[in-house]
C-alpha cells in the first residue's frame, strides 16, 4: 500500500516569509496528525483530524499555524508569518480510526530552515 | 501535564549485547505506550505497542518491552542487537480517554558497532 505522502521534502525560507506544507494521508485513513520535530526532541502534536474535523489543536500556535483538511483526505499545514524558531522538520502522520491504540503511519516529513 | 522521559540520548553498543532502553512516563490514570524507530533515512515506524493485558510485549525485528505499572516504566529491550539495529528511538505515551494525544520522548540514538 502506498505510504502517506508529504510536499515539499525541504523548504528554506526567509523569516517573516509564509510557507505551506502537504500530505496525503493513507487511502481510507481517517485520521491525521500533523507533528513538529525540532532538532534534538520527539514529535511534538500539532494538530488532529478526523475525517475533515478538528480533535486537537491544542498544542498549535494558532496566532501564526493553521491547518486544513476540507475534504477529509489530504491536508495543508501553513505558517505565516515564519520565525526562526519555527525550523523543524514537520511530519504527517495518518492512522485508520480514532481509536487511541491505531498504528499512525509517517510520512518522510519536511524539513523547513527559517533564516 | 503528560510526559515522557526517556534517560539515555546517546548509546553505543558493540554487536551481540544486549539492549536495554529507559523510558518513564508521567500521568496517574490509563495509558496506551508505544515504542517507535527510525532507522537512518527512513520513516518513523512502529516498533510495539502496550494497551492491556500481558506487560511484556513483543514487537517486530525480536525487541520486546516491559511495562511496570508500579514504576511508570515502558522499558525497550532485545538480547542480541546488529549492526541493522542502528536507528533513533522514540518512546510514546498516550493517555486513554483523555483526547488520544500521543506525547513523545526526546528520543535515544543507537550506534551499533559491528
Known amino acids: 500500500e502506498a505510504g502517506v505522502a508529504q510536499s515539499p521534502r525541504y523548504k528554506i525560507i526567509e523569516k517573516r516569509q509564509s510557507v505551506a506544507f502537504w500530505c496525503n494521508p493513507i487511502?481510507?485513513?481517517?485520521?491525521l496528525y500533523w507533528y513538529q520535530q525540532i532538532l534534538g526532541q520527539g514529535p511534538k502534536l500539532l494538530i488532529q483530524?478526523?475525517?475533515?474535523?478538528?480533535?486537537?489543536d491544542s498544542q498549535l500556535p494558532k496566532d501564526r499555524f493553521s491547518a486544513e483538511r476540507l475534504k477529509g483526505v489530504d491536508s495543508t499545514l501553513k505558517i505565516q508569518p515564519a520565525k526562526l524558531e519555527d525550523s523543524a522538520v514537520y511530519l504527517c502522520?495518518?492512522?485508520?480510526?480514532?481509536?487511541?491504540?491505531?498504528?499512525?503511519?509517517f510520512g518522510p516529513g519536511t524539513r523547513l530552515t527559517v533564516l | 501535564a503528560q510526559s515522557v522521559s526517556q534517560h539515555n540520548h546517546h548509546v553505543i553498543l558493540s554487536e551481540a549485547a544486549s539492549l536495554e532502553l529507559g523510558c518513564n512516563y508521567s500521568?496517574?490514570?490509563?495509558?496506551?505506550l508505544f515504542w517507535y524507530v527510525q532507522y537512518p533515512g527512513q520513516h518513523l515506524q512502529l516498533l510495539l505497542k502496550?494497551?492491556?493485558?500481558?506487560?511484556l510485549v513483543k514487537g517486530i525485528k525480536g525487541f520486546e518491552a516491559e511495562f511496570i505499572k508500579s514504576k511508570f516504566s515502558f522499558n525497550l529491550r532485545k538480547p542480541s542487537v546488529q549492526w541493522s539495529d542502528t536507528a533513533e528511538y522514540f518512546c510514546?505515551?498516550?493517555?486513554?480517554?483523555?483526547?488520544?494525544?500521543?506525547?513523545f520522548g526526546k528520543g535515544t540514538r543507537l550506534l551499533v558497532k559491528p
Open positions: 502522520a495518518s492512522s485508520f480510526g480514532l481509536a487511541e491504540y491505531n498504528e499512525q503511519f
Open positions: 487511502s481510507g485513513h481517517a485520521t
Open positions: 483530524f478526523q475525517n475533515n474535523g478538528v480533535v486537537d
Open positions: 500521568y496517574g490514570g490509563t495509558v496506551n
Open positions: 502496550y494497551f492491556s493485558g500481558d506487560p
Open positions: 510514546a505515551v498516550n493517555a486513554a480517554g483523555q483526547g488520544f494525544s500521543f506525547i
